[in-house]
């Protein structure tokens, strides 16, 4: 598995130079050379780049391009909120399972963690071992498969909560009858009346893309029935 254009990676800065900022980027036990440029940090006029970024702090980046040297282009304002929330979550979940893997393996867990990542996360392998035990058993003795599945089995995941912001509006009579026919009808969400107009719509689950998943669901469910309805609709965001 290499690094791919549109992934989320961490990274950490390195240094400051001029308008651009260098990081690392953490990636198969080696560190790869990123880059950011000034344009790429956050929306509108920037006057000082320490305001947003300083040497060793991690930010959640999206790869804009690969050059054929090897230099990884990134961008710090293309990254939502939820998109932030999710991958830091998600390497919180992937350094548990290293100190799982360690603690039983011991120092034959290197070999087995690279195997495992050379073909994807690391928290992809986890889901899919709870299902298959047996692509676990591939890689060690049965004994130290049972313990680590036992740990995983019992382990408590965190839900992780979306959110996303709708807009309806309707000058018809029967309005806000007809708005909350719509959202009554939206199914495996909690949705929300925020203010005149203004709804949230909230899913969550243990698996990230499933709760964002759920909440694209409903609000394409919500926005195609507001207009057959003649209701307006928008959404905020992405």
Known sequence: MELEQDELVICTVEKIVGTVVFVKIP???KEIDGSITISEIAPGRIRNLRDYVVPKKRVVCKILRISPQGNVELSLRRVTQKEKKE??????????????FKSILGENSEPVLK?????????????EIKENPEKLECLMEKKDADKILGILKNQKSKKISLKKEIFMKTTKPDGINLIKEILTGAKGVEIRYISAGRYSIKSEDKDAKLADNRIKAAASCIEVLSRQKGIDFSIKGK
Not at 115 to 121: A, D, L, N, P
Request: glycine share 10%; proline share 0%; aromatic share 10%.
């Open 87 to 100: 991958i830091i979550e998600l390497d919180k979940q992937e350094k548990s399972y290293i100190k799982i």
């Open 115 to 127: 195997k495992i990542t050379e073909g994807g996360r690391l928290h992809e392998f986890v889901q």
């Open 27 to 29: 990636w198969k036990g």
